[in-house]
T-cell receptor, first 116, second 114 residues
Framework: GAVVSQHPSRVICKSGTSVKIECRSL??????MFWYRQFPKQSLMLMAT?????????EQGVEKDKFLINHASLTLSTLTVTSAHPEDSSFYIC????????????FGDGTRLSIL | GQNIDQPTEMTATEGAIVQINCTYQ??????LFWYQQHAGEAPTFLSY????GLEEKGRFSSFLSRSKGYSYLLLKELQMKDSASYLC???????????????FGKGTKLSVIP
C-alpha cells in the first residue's frame, strides 16, 4: 500500500528557532500533499494544501509567512515553522493520496513539536 | 459551513460489538472515510464509502446513507487493541491536481474494557 514518511518524529527546541518537517511519498507520486495540525484532544485541522510546482493553498487563519511550504518534487513536501513560539507546539501530520482521486489519504507518522 | 458530528467517547467490553455514528453536513461530498488513531500516533485508514450501503472489511464495517448525511463504523469482536480514537472524515473540497480535501470530525475515543 501507499506509504508516506514524515521526518523528524519529534522536535524539542527553543523559542525563536525555525523547524523544517519533511513529508515524502515513498512508493507513489503525489502532486498534492496536505498538512494538518492537531492539538491535544482535538481533531485534525487542515493547515494547507501543498501543490507540486506551485504555491500552497492555506486555510483561513493560517499564516503563510509563518508556515512555509515547499513542494519541489512529486515525492517531497516540506513545512517550515519559522521563528517558532510555545503556542506553535503541536502534532503536525502530513498526508498524500495516490491517483486516481478516489484513493484514501495516507498519513505520515506525524511530528511532535515542542517549543520551550 | 462544514459540520461533522460524532460522539466524544464510548466504552465497550472486549468481545462485544460497538457502533460509532457520524452525521455530516458539508457543502460537497465525494466520499466518507473512517480512520483509527492511537494516542500520539498518526491516523490509519480503515474504510471508505462513496455509495449508500455497507462495506465490510474483516472485523470492521462501515455504512453510509447519503440522503440522511449519516454513517456508522461497526467494530465486531472487540479487542483491547481497538482502544483508540475513531475519526470520521468527509472528502468535500477539490484541491486541484486530482486530489480532494478531507474535513474531519473531532473523533470518538473508544475504550475497550475487559
Amino acid at each position: 500500500g501507499a506509504v508516506v514518511s514524515q521526518h523528524p518524529s519529534r522536535v524539542i527546541c527553543k523559542s525563536g528557532t525555525s523547524v523544517k518537517i519533511e513529508c515524502r511519498s515513498l512508493d507513489f507520486q503525489a502532486t498534492t500533499m496536505f498538512w494538518y495540525r492537531q492539538f491535544p484532544k482535538q481533531s485534525l485541522m487542515l493547515m494547507a494544501t501543498s501543490n507540486e510546482g506551485s504555491k500552497a493553498t492555506y486555510e483561513q487563519g493560517v499564516e503563510k509567512d509563518k508556515f512555509l511550504i515547499n513542494h519541489a518534487s512529486l515525492t517531497l513536501s516540506t513545512l517550515t515553522v519559522t521563528s517558532a513560539h510555545p503556542e506553535d507546539s503541536s502534532f503536525y501530520i502530513c498526508s498524500a493520496s495516490e491517483q486516481p482521486s478516489n484513493q484514501p489519504q495516507h498519513f505520515g507518522d506525524g511530528t511532535r513539536l515542542s517549543i520551550l | 459551513g462544514q459540520n461533522i458530528d460524532q460522539p466524544t467517547e464510548m466504552t465497550a467490553t472486549e468481545g462485544a460489538i460497538v457502533q460509532i455514528n457520524c452525521t455530516y453536513q458539508t457543502s460537497g461530498f465525494n466520499g466518507l472515510f473512517w480512520y483509527q488513531q492511537h494516542a500520539g500516533e498518526a491516523p490509519t485508514f480503515l474504510s471508505y464509502n462513496v455509495l449508500d450501503g455497507l462495506e465490510e472489511k474483516g472485523r470492521f464495517s462501515s455504512f453510509l446513507s447519503r440522503s440522511k448525511g449519516y454513517s456508522y463504523l461497526l467494530l465486531k469482536e472487540l479487542q483491547m487493541k481497538d482502544s483508540a480514537s475513531y475519526l470520521c472524515a468527509v472528502r468535500d473540497g477539490y484541491s486541484g491536481a486530482g486530489s480532494y480535501q478531507l474535513t474531519f470530525g473531532k473523533g470518538t475515543k473508544l475504550s475497550v474494557i475487559p
